[in-house]
């Protein structure tokens, strides 16, 4: 109960005295935030991908702007959440990595944390998130409905949403069932909480703005799904033999399809169908001139479960992949819509990143943001001008795979492994105006710009016992 009322008391001098200069409800715009699950940055037709056919998000590309320099939190899924609903980067989130709990779910977020669902709704917004979460698991602090989620429904813990067909989900607090999934592929998760989440959007009206978060689970691993007739198009397109998983993995236990390219085509087009499904129903409600639609993914794309990232290109122009803090771990495709105040088919090359969400989102709805954010408001770039103040640079850490740091200042990229072993870890530097493939090292001829990045990494990373990072925290 103490824990409680002083989240709420935090939340408390966070919005007040500011509420009476708000914007009417009706002047809010409504807010929907799609995040697809380990997409790569060339995964996507308007972005490159030659394979797969993605006819709806490119039209909300063409109907809005096309990002190109936009990152996510990091390159795994439950840190990379929590940069982008706390409004801070992963030297400063309280969840930096993807730690299970027992007996289902993710390390949680505290009390303390803020989340912009929690503000919106203190300003007025419904609030609902349909697909995987893992901020917490039932019952903890950083479960949907502690966070400011009022309508909660699909996976609380993100290992389980491994599995497509499982034998429960989430509905709030309640744990809902599913019985047939115990014998058979009776209920496909992705289609079963699409439906819930447009049953959430068909409810919304003009009377109260509303805030849509739409984590979808696709097109992470493990690559399944329904043999329907988008499967058997890319079975027929790519005629690949049937393929096997060979040797065992860190994720041998993903299921695995016969055609796993075909299975990750389909995966990625059911995907955009929801992403048609979403937009229609906004424009059927006649919301869509108050409306920002927004679609991007949360980490670069994976190779589990018979996924080929190099076969579809799907890190686009950049090297590495999900768990990689070089480009094409971090950078994502990231397209917004607002008809009437972005203007169609526009692009934007803007370094923006999932912590400025928190500031953008505050601005819009007329709430205060406070100083409890590592983001910048990126609504000027909405309107086709630039950032007041746009950022010194860009951190990300991650702490698996030898533990890793990353900077972005300008054009120069910094990139830091091994970290766990060695705090002093040399920083391999890159230009990324001249190499955003990131192949040639060249810290050894600017040691100026290396020693910046040294600062900003040495400034940004503050320790918490929770995620010991560098060697001399984990002695």
């Not at 602090?141 to 989900?169: I, S």
């Not at 399944?224 to 397109?237: A, E, F, M, N, T």
């Not at 990625?268 to 991007?296: P, S, W």
Request: glycine share 10%.
């Amino acid at each position: 109960m103490k824990r409680k009322l002083l989240s709420g008391l935090l939340l408390g001098v966070l919005i007040a005295g500011q509420l009476q200069a708000q914007k009417k409800s009706g002047d809010k715009p409504n807010i929907i935030f799609i995040l697809a699950d380990d997409l790569g940055y060339g995964d996507v037709g308007c972005y490159g991908q030659q394979k797969i056919q993605t006819p709806h998000i490119d039209a909300l590309a063409k109907g809005g702007m096309q990002f190109t320099d936009v990152y996510a939190g990091t390159s795994v899924c439950a840190p990379s959440r929590a940069s982008l609903l706390t409004g801070m980067h992963t030297g400063h989130t309280p969840v930096r990595g993807n730690k299970g709990m027992k007996p289902e779910g993710q390390f949680p977020l505290p009390d303390s944390s803020i989340t912009i669902a929690a503000v919106l709704q203190k300003c007025g917004y419904q609030t609902g998130t349909f697909g995987k979460w893992g901020l917490g698991f039932p019952g903890s602090t950083g479960e949907p409905t502690q966070k400011g989620v009022e309508t909660f429904y699909g996976y609380n813990c993100q290992t389980l949403a491994h599995n497509y067909y499982p034998d429960h989900l989430w509905s709030n607090t309640t744990r809902v069932e599913l019985p047939g999934n115990r014998t058979s592929d009776s209920v496909y998760s992705g289609d079963l909480i699409h439906q819930h989440a447009l049953q959430f959007l068909a409810t919304q009206t003009r009377e109260k703005p509303f805030f849509l978060f739409l984590p979808y689970t696709l097109p992470h691993a493990a690559l399944y799904g329904p043999h329907d007739s988008i499967y058997q198009y890319y079975v027929k397109q790519f005629g690949e033999p049937d393929a096997k998983p060979s040797g065992k993995t860190q994720h041998d236990d993903y299921r695995f399809e016969p055609q796993p390219h075909a299975a990750f085509a389909a995966m990625v087009t059911r995907l955009d169908a929801y992403v048609g499904d979403i937009v229609a129903q906004v424009k059927k409600q006649g919301l869509e001139k108050n409306t920002l639609i927004i679609f991007t993914s949360d980490n670069g794309p994976h190779k589990e479960g018979g996924a080929d990232p190099v076969f579809f290109n799907s890190s686009g122009p950049f090297k590495g992949i999900k768990r990689d803090l070089y480009e094409g771990g971090i950078r994502e495709p990231f397209i917004a819509s607002w008809p009437g105040v972005i203007k169609a088919g526009s692009r934007n090359a803007t370094p923006a990143a999932f912590w400025d969400m928190f500031p953008t989102f505050t601005e819009l709805a007329g709430a205060p943001t406070g100083n409890r954010t590592d983001g910048v408001s990126i609504v000027p770039l909405f309107k086709g001008k630039s950032l007041p103040a746009p950022h010194e640079y860009f951190y990300w850490e991650f702490h698996e795979s030898g533990g890793r740091q990353a900077v972005r200042y300008g054009k120069w990229k910094g990139v830091k492994l091994n970290v766990n072993a060695n705090d002093d870890a040399p920083i391999e530097l890159y230009d990324l105006e001249k190499d955003k493939a990131e192949t040639q090292n060249i810290a050894a001829a600017h040691p100026d710009i290396v020693a910046k990045i040294k600062a900003f990494i040495q400034q940004s990373h503050v320790p918490d016992a929770n995620w010991p990072l560098l060697a001399s925290e984990k002695k």
